[in-house]
């Protein structure tokens, strides 16, 4: 099977874009994470036609290597192409939390539809570090609001565990707490009143009647 693999893998490299293609598509369904498999694709996110980079980003999905290809799937959050951006904001997602630092580091001059993709894979990543950065981002990009708040709350709808949603409310209350005076941060706390909303949790009560009914909050607050 090494072999076959292999064999495979090279084809990643191959002239033929059709050859390559096909490769990977093989690879995601073989669910082969070699090293060998790892640079086949590496070399397709390196290429220029879309049609490349997306069927390498959709194997890397499948395959849940965004890790190990972040380096090469990052430069494609600011392509051009819609597709090609949204199948690598779902890649670079697959490196889980510990993409965080490699996420923000690129975050902090990016600008555009760049931005928007590197806010999208925050939203995804998970863990209580990737929501810090993403609400300080709210902060400095406020026109984001909308489409990170429907990110969250596909997230929060897939949380399993009672304590990954604690995590998530552990480190809302915390931002909130941390910006309860600061009048530039009123649409990156609007976001966060609405994720502990989502969440569901009778330990929130509490803190979102508080909010809604103090007068010193604004309107998008108290909704």
């Known amino acids: ?5 292999d064999r495979i893998a090279k084809m990643s ?13 093989v690879l995601a369904e073989l669910q082969q994470k070699g090293r ?3 640079a086949g694709l590496e070399d397709m996110l390196s290429d220029e036609p879309p049609d ?6 959709d194997a890397a999905t499948q395959l ?7 380096d090469a799937i990052v430069p494609l959050l600011g392509s051009r192409d819609e597709s090609v951006r949204n199948a690598a904001v779902a ?5 889980g939390p510990k993409a965080t630092k490699t996420i923000e580091s690129h975050l902090a001059d990016a600008k555009g539809v760049r931005r928007r993709a590197l806010e999208a ?14 609400l300080d981002a709210l902060i400095r990009d406020p026109d984001a609001a909308m489409s990170v708040a429907s ?10 565990s009672k304590k990954a949603r604690q995590t998530v409310r552990t480190e809302v209350e915390s931002f909130l707490a941390a910006h309860a005076k600061d009048d530039g941060a009123r649409t990156a706390r609007a976001v966060a009143v609405q994720v502990l909303g989502h969440l569901e949790d009778p330990a929130t009560k509490p803190l979102l009647l508080k909010l809604a009914k103090s007068a010193k909050e604004p309107p998008a607050v108290r909704e």
């Not at 490299?13 to 990977?24: D, G, H, L, N, P």
């Not at 709350?153 to 897939?158: E, G, M, N, P």
Request: aromatic share 0%; glycine share 8%.
């Open 121 to 134: 894979v925050l939203s995804r990543l998970g863990g209580k570090k990737a929501l810090h950065v993403l």
């Open 151 to 160: 990110e969250l709350r596909k997230q929060i709808a897939s949380l399993g």
């Open 36 to 38: 060998a498999v790892v």
């Open 52 to 57: 490349l980079q997306l069927a390498a980003l």
């Open 13 to 25: 490299s191959a002239e033929s874009a059709a050859k390559r293609i096909a490769a990977a598509t």
């Open 64 to 70: 849940g290597i965004g890790a190990e290809l972040l």
């Open 91 to 95: 890649a670079a997602a697959t490196a």
């Open 1 to 5: 099977m090494a072999s076959m693999v």
